[in-house]
């Protein structure tokens, strides 16, 4: 319904032109898309649709200024200023009390609506699905399209149903549920399709679980992700500052209460997932799909049934320096990262304090918490969180990707082994030859003071 709604006109029997009612901008792409736009003679044709924000290149360390650690990074952050000023564009600038990880920000600023078409040249634009609004990743060319004529053209994806019942166990997360379904469903298991993540679990998730759920649909090969609105997701949205108000906010109510599938909707493809069955889990190799869970071994080629490729297999061991049946529960790790837009939100940071209250990281690792935005930084300083984690021996940050990945300039070390919350462990994702082990940010926390792989329901040898 959503995309039927939106076609400005069919191309062909595939493809469509959509309108597009939200664009997200972030400075390593949105400058160079609005100087592209200045050098064709064009303009933005809806800048009060048109959103920036600082969060990829910055730096993230305290007292941060527009120098930055990658060499170019100042002229990234200068252009689009300059752009963001030029054309009228809301920014969210470097200190400004609203800046942040732009998936983070646009769901706390009510720029992400339920029935709106939201695009980001980012991969996990998919995040803000989780709010009923069709949400994707685009290229730098297609933001310079969306800034001139906001529209789009796009193959229309085939549509796929995960119905995930029952409830996640103690210490289980939606970042566990992700990363099972992926291990299941495989790096392409959605490619072409548009996933709606349903049933009496995803129902059963506050705001931000279905957004981290929702990241991750990217590491599926999928178009996009959403979750049918509920009053979950209207209670979040109720008051922020770029949502409805007011009268507005009853229409808009009204009209969002009826974005859901029908009883009898048919998909293309369905999976099912009994939420009980999810465990803690944790990354073996160097994809999301290479994911186990925590008590489990690095599988034998064999057991993955062709799912991996031998070489691809091989060639993941001999990077992660990892052997078939052995077990990632106390393999020692020299980092710990927590941040990213898939778990950096104050539920997640709250979680992780739960974990680091009264414990010390181990020595020698380190440690370091990346907040998605300001907000949540403020909102963490303001609960004390910030101090449970320096007291650990935890890097209290500015917001950011940060770590995420290494075009920041920031990175681990070469061979070194993070446990990190991110969406990602490809080679070199955090820096050039580091390993890492895509997990929860409790098992981040519980890793870090362990100094080794840890299960966050198991503290200093006891349940937690």
């Not at 032109?17 to 200045?38: F, N, P």
Request: glycine share 10%; charged share 20%; aromatic share 6%.
């Amino acid at each position: 319904m959503l995309w039927e709604e939106h076609v400005v006109v069919s191309l062909d029997s595939d493809t469509d032109l959509l309108a597009i009612d939200r664009l997200m901008l972030h400075e390593r792409t949105g400058g160079v898309a609005l100087k592209s736009l200045d050098e064709a003679g064009r303009n933005v044709l809806a800048p009060g649709q048109v959103f920036a924000t600082m969060d990829h290149i910055v730096d993230t360390f305290p007292g941060r200024s527009d120098k930055t650690l990658m060499p170019t990074g100042t002229a990234f952050l200068t252009a689009m200023r300059e752009g963001a000023h030029r054309h009228g564009i809301t920014l969210f600038d470097l200190h400004d009390a609203r800046q942040g990880i732009v998936h983070v920000i646009s769901p706390e600023q009510g720029i992400v609506l339920p029935g709106v078409t939201l695009v980001c040249p980012d991969s996990h634009t998919c995040t803000q699905g989780a709010f009923g609004a069709l949400a994707w990743g685009i290229g730098s060319t297609e933001a310079e399209h969306a800034l001139a004529t906001m529209t789009l053209r796009a193959e229309r994806p085939l549509d796929m149903r995960i119905t995930i019942d029952g409830a996640l166990g103690r210490g289980v997360t939606a970042k566990d549920l992700a990363l099972q379904i992926i291990s299941r469903l495989g790096s392409g298991g959605a490619k072409g399709y548009i996933v709606e993540f349903a049933g009496s679990a995803v129902r059963g998730l506050d705001m931000e679980a279905r957004m981290t759920l929702c990241n991750m649909a990217t590491e599926l090969a999928a178009f996009g992700a959403i979750i049918a609105p509920d009053e979950v997701t209207f209670a979040y949205l109720e008051g922020r500052p770029f949502a409805p108000a007011g009268a507005q906010w009853d229409a808009a109510l009204a009209a969002w209460r009826r974005l859901s599938s029908d009883d009898d909707a048919a998909f293309a493809v369905e999976h099912r997932f009994d939420a009980a069955d999810v465990a803690p889990m944790i990354s073996w190799g160097t994809s999301p799909q290479h994911a186990i869970p925590l008590n489990a071994t690095v599988p034998t080629a064999l057991s993955l049934q062709g799912s991996v490729g031998q070489a691809d297999y091989d060639r993941a061991l001999a990077y992660m320096a990892l052997s078939p049946d052995m077990p990632l529960l106390g393999l020692p790790i020299d980092a710990a990262f927590i941040g990213s837009c898939t778990n950096s939100r104050i539920s997640d940071l709250r979680r992780a304090a739960t974990i680091l209250k009264g414990r010390r990281v181990a020595p020698g690792l380190r440690a370091i918490c990346v907040p998605g935005s300001t907000q949540v930084k403020a909102a963490a300083e303001a609960e004390g969180l910030d101090r449970i984690f320096r007291d650990a021996g935890f890097e209290w940050r500015e917001a950011g990707c940060s770590m995420c990945f290494f075009a920041g300039g920031e990175s681990f070390g070469a061979q070194q082994r993070v446990v990190s919350s991110t969406n990602r462990n490809f080679e070199s994702r955090q820096g050039p030859g580091t390993r890492t082990h895509l997990a929860s940010p409790e098992t981040v926390a519980a890793s870090a003071i362990a100094g080794r792989i840890a299960d966050p329901r198991v503290i200093d040898g006891t349940e937690a």
